[in-house]
């Protein structure tokens, strides 16, 4: 670019002006001037001028954000009221038990929930000020600040005014005072550990394998929610509350705690633990910042993959990497079937999505049936509804490697070979799996000698479940996002079709109900006749269905890969 | 079925040119939602030619080819790869087809060698041949050393060359390249061009697009410029550019501003 003399020499004059203008901090330039000693108010107004612009002219997004109010209002509300009723009742061995299990409870939520919802409010991502010359002090008072400025912060303040309630109810205006500091406190806690949690985590999930990890840890603790709960429930039955004032205790000299037991010990006649226990609440929030502060700066870099070098490389010819050494060292044929199945196996093995969803039925595959029978239910039909579960697995199929699918359709592979070698690369993982399923709940129901049927009638819900899914997964695939951060959540247009899903899984128990039906009917004969019955119904649903979803395919496969492929 | 789709598409092959079109497009139109994308392009790839396609980001490049392989469905007008309907005949028109589509993810999860090896034998070659030449364009194209990562890890210029190198396999008559030089590096951005430059000597047809007027006005012998959907001018390189530089005739072509020299001063 061609510059004239007169701009060049004004050009370092204004450059040397840049920095100094720049330090001033990100909010300058929205805000006009600002104060450069570090104050954290530009924070503050850049956030909530980023809510404000946010919400400009989107019904959609204030509706959003009107429900946000209303939940966080209707939060604060019953929070208040639970941590108010044992001052209410002037009963002090019950607030000494849930002032600090439910304080504790609260912070551990704020770390909880920024993981789940992760990627969800980014607004004032500290990636974003990675170009401003900002000291690391002045960012974090700023991202502190600007942290305590919302709902949540608010919602968090105004529940747990309860505890100040109960605290001057039980020890008078002195007590109500101490609370009133102890819950300022525990909110700067809340807001330090949530900050510095996510911070970290951010910068533990730079790595695609890390990602993948997380997303599969994910899997498992959300399949494992249903039989902990379970377990939960039965050990309150059993439990008695002088072990929770035991545990209420020892949670009060926690940082978790002990900012919401402090009023209490002052109504206790415990003065001399209020020092203690904000120096512990003090400790920690200054450990959790410096600890924030030392994540921050990688967090700051982003998701910017550092390169690794190439591992060890393999043996073996191309052909025998995709097609051999499969499940249980078998060998599949090196045809166009076999790529296709190979790569199939590859992907439920290895993309991160699949792998969530295998592990996913895995365990709710066990936990139902078996759970069902323990309490005397019928596992036939549970069965079925597992054999359905199972399926539903395959009804967004195109959606999980997205455009690539356009590799096949320049190779014109034709619809029915593509759906056949789906099917039969999730039948490798899955037949098995429901052997295993059928034998549990034969053991577990005390029935040995209906194995065979069981199984006969898994097999037959699943080829049911693949007949009815087959054909939705290519009527109705769906975009999922690119991105593989494990808590980023399909968007939008994936809503409807996902109801599609949970038809096609109702349709599947409806046409299993056949089979049951006969089964019940056949009584002890059905032992005998159940496995053969069973695959044969199943294989006819997997034929018609799979020849649907086949001869679909081919008519719309432009149309399917528009579907798939995310931003269109 | 094949025996009857080509007796009705050959005569489409139109025989008093000489040679035969390696694609030929005829009237393509795309609207996405309200937005015309494509309004009506009709183009011939003569066979042995090395074809580049130029346009400013959102001309519709990759819209064009997309809908010149079958990946998108035209709204209106015909394209044929080597004298066969694609949308008609899709089996016969891709089968001497390679493509490198570009914003399309490969089957990422898959290592090098498996994706090469899974592109071999979905377009019907056997093991033996798949083999050889996988392992050879691994090593031309330098991927060897990539070992069991997968292609989700490489860097974006080496999946670039994967990509090329699916496409290659098959041994192509034609191919079908979308920003094929893009986020690759100098050195293999040589390699690249070499390779494609001795195919179109052995008899082989590229069309690929770009931005870029170096790499057309070094490698192509036909250029066509698109903008805004639209093209605006195609024929040899020599017919379009004349006497200027290919940038000139581009930018007058699209319509970009030309600098004065009076704006932006104070830089």
């Not at chain 1, 911070?199 to 999930?205: D, K, P, R």
């Not at chain 1, 979803?549 to 399917?560: C, I, Q, T």
Request: aromatic content about 6%.
């Amino acid at each position: 670019m061609a510059l004239s003399p007169a701009a060049n020499s004004e050009g370092p004059a204004a450059n040397s002006e840049g920095p100094a203008a720049n330090s001033e901090g990100p909010a300058a330039n929205s805000e006009g001037p600002a104060t450069k000693n570090g104050s954290p108010m530009p924070f503050v107004r850049l956030k909530l001028r980023l809510i404000a612009n946010g919400l400009r002219g989107r019904p959609g997004r204030i509706a959003l954000f009107v429900t946000g109010v209303l939940v966080s209002g209707i939060f604060a509300v019953a929070g208040y009221a639970i941590f108010a009723v044992p001052g209410v009742l002037d009963d002090g061995r019950a607030a000494a038990t849930l002032l600090p299990l439910g304080g504790s409870a609260l912070v551990l939520g704020w770390v909880v929930l920024p993981l789940v919802f992760f990627g969800v409010d980014e607004s004032l991502d500290p990636a974003r000020f990675a170009l401003f010359p900002l000291r690391r002090r002045t960012l974090i008072a700023g991202l502190f600040t600007a942290a305590l400025v919302g709902l949540p912060a608010l919602a968090t303040l105004v529940a747990t005014a309860g505890t100040v309630s109960t605290a001057a109810q039980l020890g008078g205006g002195g007590a109500a005072l101490v609370q009133f500091a102890g819950i300022v406190a525990g909110l700067l806690l809340c807001v330090a550990v949530s900050r510095s949690v996510t911070s970290a985590f951010a910068t533990g999930l730079r790595s695609r394998r890390s990602r993948d990890l997380a997303v599969v840890l994910l899997a498992v603790v959300a399949a494992l929610l249903g039989p902990l709960q379970l377990a939960v429930l039965a050990g309150l039955e059993r439990a008695d509350w002088e072990a929770f004032g035991t545990v209420a205790r020892i949670a009060g000299w926690t940082p978790l705690g002990a900012p919401y037991s402090i009023g209490l010990d002052v109504a206790a006649g415990r003065a001399w633990a209020v020092p203690v226990k904000l120096l512990i609440v003090g400790a920690a929030i200054a450990g959790l910042l410096w600890w924030w502060s030392a994540t921050l700066e990688r967090a700051m870099l982003g998701a910017a993959a550092s390169g690794r070098g190439g591992e060890a490389a393999e043996t073996g010819s191309p052909v025998d990497r995709l097609v051999g050494r499969l499940l249980f060292g078998r060998r599949l044929p090196a045809t166009r079937f076999g790529a296709l199945v190979g790569r199939e196996v590859r992907y439920w093995l290895r993309e991160t999505r699949r792998r969530a969803a295998l592990i996913t039925f895995t365990v709710v595959g066990l936990f139902l049936p078996v759970s069902v029978s323990m309490s005397g239910g019928s596992p036939g039909l549970m069965g079925g509804f597992v054999g359905a579960l199972a399926a539903v697995a395959l009804a967004n199929q195109f959606g999980y490697e997205g455009s690539a699918y356009a590799a096949n359709m320049t190779a014109g592979v034709p619809g029915r070979t593509e759906i056949h070698s789906r099917a039969a690369a999730h039948a490798l993982f899955t037949v098995p799996l429901l052997m295993v399923v059928a034998i549990v709940v034969a053991l577990v129901s005390g029935r040995p000698e209906g194995l065979a049927a069981q199984f006969g009638g898994l097999v037959a819900a699943y080829g049911v479940g693949l007949g009815v899914v087959l054909p939705v997964s290519v009527i109705a695939a769906y975009a999922l996002p690119e991105t593989t951060s494990p808590f980023a959540l399909s968007s939008g247009g994936g809503a409807a079709k996902g109801l599609l899903t949970l038809g096609a899984m109702l349709a599947t128990v409806v046409v299993s109900v056949p089979l049951q039906v006969v089964a019940f009917f056949l009584g002890d004969v059905w032992l005998w006749l159940g496995l053969p019955a069973g695959i044969a119904y199943g294989c006819a649903a997997y034929l018609i269905g799979s020849g649907v979803a086949g001869d679909l395919l081919d008519r719309r496969m432009p149309e399917l890969l528009a579907a798939v492929t995310p931003g269109r | 079925m094949t025996c009857y789709f080509r007796t009705m598409t050959v005569p489409a092959q139109r025989h008093r040119e000489e040679p035969p079109a390696a694609m030929s497009l005829r009237g393509l139109v795309k609207h996405f939602d309200t937005k015309l994308a494509v309004s009506g392009v009709s183009l011939d790839v003569p066979a042995g030619s090395f074809y580049g396609l130029l346009g400013p980001n959102g001309a519709g490049k990759t819209t064009t080819l997309s809908m010149a392989v079958g990946l998108l469905r035209p709204d209106a007008g015909q394209a044929f790869l080597q004298g066969y309907d694609v949308w008609a005949d899709p089996a016969a028109a891709k089968a001497r087809l390679g493509v490198l589509p570009d914003g399309v993810r490969l089957f990422d999860r898959l290592t090098g060698p498996e994706l090469l090896a899974y592109h071999g034998l979905l377009r019907g070659m056997d093991a033996a041949t798949v083999d050889q030449r996988a392992r050879e364009l691994l090593d031309v194209l330098e991927l060897s050393s990539a070992g069991r990562t997968m292609v989700v890890d490489y860097s974006a210029g080496m999946r670039k060359k994967i990509g090329l190198a699916c496409a290659l396999l098959h041994a192509p008559r034609l191919l079908v390249l979308d920003e094929p030089f893009e986020a690759v590096d100098p050195v293999s951005a040589a390699r690249i061009r070499d390779i494609l430059q001795r195919y179109v000597a052995g008899g082989g047809t590229v069309i690929f697009s770009s931005h870029v007027m170096e790499v057309v006005e070094r490698l192509c012998s036909h250029v066509a410029i698109l903008s805004d959907g639209v093209l605006r001018l195609h024929g040899t390189l020599g017919a379009v550019r004349g006497d200027r530089s290919l940038e000139e005739v581009f930018v007058q072509v699209v319509g970009g501003r030309v600098g004065t020299g009076s704006e932006l001063a104070w830089l």
